[in-house]
């Protein structure tokens, strides 16, 4: 089979690589296509990636180039890992909303919108020329927000699954405490990209026995301090949520963090520096340990039982992905995306049932469905009025003022990437 990974010059990418050699009976890619418009960065990562598929006696072929078309042409599955306007747009993504006193995150809050209006318009070009390429290719996507760009491409009626490795990397953390298999834990994750809880872990599939109980009282204090929040809260909540909470429970308190150190785009950049000129090196057949730092951790096993799932391969039959919410939680419209364990397969993703959710969460979901409803209509059509409305809309922003005045921020520093603008 043929996998188009499209923005492959990026230094996450040997992650993705590592785990297609690691896991090549579950995933058989016989071509490999990194695309990405950076050529210098390109030849970095496709040298390395390279070594890799050697070292661990791959026998696919790699393939670099900046020919989208090419690149996608007879693809059966589009991997999306993009960031337009690269690290600098994260930058100020991550500071121009702190002028405000509102969170700076690449993902959520204002800096979250700014990303999506920047991103959608050109994931769905992408898109357009995969299903002109191979109209059954199935487009899988990891760039952010997520949920925001997985709607925009389902409701374009493209063949597409969202994926974050939040779920995978909380199984993993979970299976260590208890000391299981990976395999052995499911999680009762219900949410939106981004904003996540775990309200039960089970043990041996997803009608197995819950120890989230045993799990909070026998592991709460690490599992508190991984979050970075208050032991007594996630006794209070009975549930784990996703740290991307953070941002919501104690945002008073991340806003003054934000504002006395660097930001974390200043540290990636500078990270990215050190792990381009570590693929540099002909001697390097492996992904560094620096790149763990990088974030991203198990993107590689969740993309390829994504993929293997989607192509009829050897994939877990569930996995928590982002899709149409189609019923499963009520008090969100069907069309919402929403992230939580699904049933996989040729014919795509549908959701699992899932128990009654509180109405702290609940709340909560729906308030963001709406903005994410405003930051969609933004993007696709443009508009100041259209970004105010999603800024006042979001729960971290929520006040006219600071509204007006990070509309004013977003469109200045994000102008060359908003044609209407």
Known sequence: MKLTVVGGGSTYTPELIDGFARLRDTLPVRELVLVDP??????????????????????????????????????????????????????????????????????????????????????????????????DAWIIDFTNPVGIVTRALLRAGHRAVGLCNVAIGLQRKFAGLLGVAPADVHLDHVGLNHLTWETAVRLGGPEGADVLPRLLAEHGDAVAADLRLPRPLLDRLGAVPSYYLRYYYAHDEVVGELRTRPSRAAEVAEMERQLLRMYGDPALDEKPALLAERGGAYYSEAAVDLAAAL????????????????????????????????????????????????????????????????????????GRDRVFRALLAHPLVGQYGYAEQLTDLLVAHNREHLAWA
Not at 346 to 366: C, E, H, I, S, T
Request: net charge negative; proline share 6%.
């Open 38 to 135: 950076a050529a210098d960065r390109l030849e970095l990562v496709g040298g390395l990636a390279r070594r890799i598929f050697a070292r661990q006696g791959h026998d696919g072929r790699i393939v670099t180039t900046s020919d989208l078309d090419a690149a996608v042409d007879g693809a059966d599955a589009v991997l999306l890992q993009l960031r337009v306007g690269g690290q600098a747009a994260r930058q100020q993504d991550e500071t121009w909303p702190l002028e405000c006193g509102c969170v700076g995150q690449e993902t959520t809050g204002a800096g979250g919108l700014a990303k999506a209006l920047r991103t959608v318009p050109v994931v769905l070009d992408i898109a357009e020329r995969v299903r002109r390429a191979n109209p």
């Open 311 to 382: 192509l009829g391969g050897a994939g877990s039959p569930y996995q928590v992905v982002n899709t149409y919410n189609r019923g499963t939680l009520p008090f969100l419209p069907d069309d919402a995306v929403i992230e939580v364990p699904a049933a996989v397969g040729g014919k795509g993703a549908a959701p699992l049932p899932v128990a009654d959710v509180d109405p702290l969460y609940a709340g909560l979901m729906a308030n963001v469905t709406a903005y994410e409803d405003l930051a969609l209509d933004a993007a696709l059509r443009g």
